[in-house]
């Protein structure tokens, strides 16, 4: 059974830092592309960040490029997303995602390319 648990999450000021973590099990860690979603209150999940499979290819929703950084340690079975500059439009429910196994070595975007969620943590940025 795959597992994806997501923390660092927290309440930190405008400007500050936070590093999310993801620990997967139950699953090839290094054969997915893994990415990281958030949700804020009273609007859709969109994408934040994704990596592939072998870490060498990431991307980024451009409201976060320069400030967000994502990473993954195959040998850890996790992916990290650390965020720096934060801002109060940050604020959401942060979750990571696993990928289709079967997909290629690229990013994915669409929720549907991905098979496995976590349960998210919450970043609330305060102004």
């Known amino acids: 059974q795959v597992q994806l648990v997501e923390s660092g999450g927290g309440l930190v000021q405008a400007g500050g830092s936070l590093r999310l973590s993801c620990a997967a099990s139950?699953?090839?860690?290094?054969?997915?592309?893994m990415g990281w979603f958030r949700q804020a209150p009273g609007k859709e999940r969109e994408f934040v960040s994704g990596i592939s499979r072998n870490g060498d290819v990431t991307d980024y929703t451009n409201s976060v490029k320069g400030r967000f950084t994502i990473s993954r340690d195959n040998a850890k079975n996790t992916v990290y997303l650390q965020m720096n500059s934060l801002k109060h439009e940050d604020t959401a429910v942060y979750s990571c995602?696993?990928?289709?196994?079967?997909?290629?070595?690229?990013?994915?975007?669409?929720?549907?390319?991905?098979?496995?969620w976590g349960q998210g943590t919450q970043v609330t940025v305060s102004s």
């Open positions: 139950g699953l090839t860690f290094s054969s997915h592309a």
């Open positions: 995602a696993a990928g289709l196994a079967a997909l290629g070595n690229r990013v994915w975007y669409r929720q549907t390319d991905y098979g496995s």
